[in-house]
């Protein structure tokens, strides 16, 4: 029987500090002014800023590419210099 | 104000694609709502404000990268907002405590002024313990009783089970009950 109360008891405590919470927690109105200030603070970026990221990374690609070719040229011919002076030498 | 019959899928779509517009659409639409879960999670307006206006920030950079996998958009930009405000008390924790000055305390019209300065002081005291609550179970609080969200909802937020929010919830009432025990505050209906 007392074990019955006991449970009767919590929810009892339960559902008045839900009533408490409800009572706290309620939602809070931003100002219309708030809501054009933070959308004033938002900043899209624009299409030709896409579009000159894009080109950065296109002519980021094609430095690279042409820092890599350069690098291939370089050790070909040093691969050539060193066969051909080698042999000489050996 | 948006359009409720807009449907939502479409803005996203034309939004990702760096349509401004639909953008503004989607902020006007979920603004409130972030505003209030970052302001009950931070406790004051001014960093309510900055990091309500971050979470659209990060939402507006990144959102080519959200794909609808059954989590809706909303729960998209409130785990935005987790994560800004989990940043934000770590950073703060560093240097000082959390103000709970500016936290609203409202009261209900008709009350004797009596009345109604007990029951803010009751509302404070309420909402300093939820204050010190683990953050979970503080979003847990603000997305049931700010946002009115169903467990479901909240489960897809937390990224929980419907059975798990639940338990959550009851022992995080549980241990608010506990904590109150001995404070001023009443649990006797009323």
Request: glycine letters at 0%.
């Given at each position: 029987m007392d074990k019955i109360e006991n449970i009767s008891e919590n929810n009892e405590e339960l559902d008045a500090l839900e009533a408490h919470l409800a009572g706290t927690l309620r939602p809070v109105k931003p100002s219309r002014d708030l809501i054009v200030r933070l959308r004033g603070r938002l900043r899209m970026p624009q299409r030709s800023e896409i579009i000159i990221r894009l080109r950065d990374w296109r002519s980021l690609f094609l430095a690279f590419g042409g820092v890599m070719s350069a690098l291939l040229v370089l050790i070909t011919v040093a691969r050539a210099l060193y066969y051909l002076f080698g042999r000489r030498e050996g | 104000m948006p359009d409720p019959e807009v449907k939502e899928e479409d803005v996203l779509a034309r939004a990702s694609q760096g349509d401004k517009d639909s953008f503004g659409f989607l902020y006007e639409r979920y603004v409130d709502r972030i505003f209030n879960y970052v302001y009950y999670r931070t406790g004051n307006l001014h960093d309510a404000e900055d990091l309500t206006a971050r979470v659209f920030q990060r939402a507006m950079n990144h959102?080519?990268?959200?794909?609808?996998r059954g989590v809706p958009f909303s729960a998209w930009l409130y785990r935005i907002a987790h994560n800004l405000v989990a940043n934000w008390h770590r950073d703060r924790s560093r240097r000082q405590e959390i103000p709970l000055n500016d936290v609203p305390v409202l009261t209900a019209k008709g009350d004797h002024p009596e009345k109604n300065l007990v029951r803010s002081q009751e509302q404070e005291s309420l909402l300093r313990l939820i204050r010190r609550l683990p953050p979970e179970r503080q979003s847990l609080l603000i997305l049931k009783?700010?946002?009115?969200?169903?467990n479901a909802e909240i489960g897809q937020i937390m990224g929980r089970s419907e059975g798990a929010v639940k338990s959550l919830y009851h022992r995080t009432l549980l241990a608010l009950r506990d904590q109150l025990g001995d404070q001023v505050i009443s649990l006797d209906s009323e």
């Open positions: - | 959102i080519h990268n959200y794909t609808d009783f700010v946002e009115n969200m169903s």
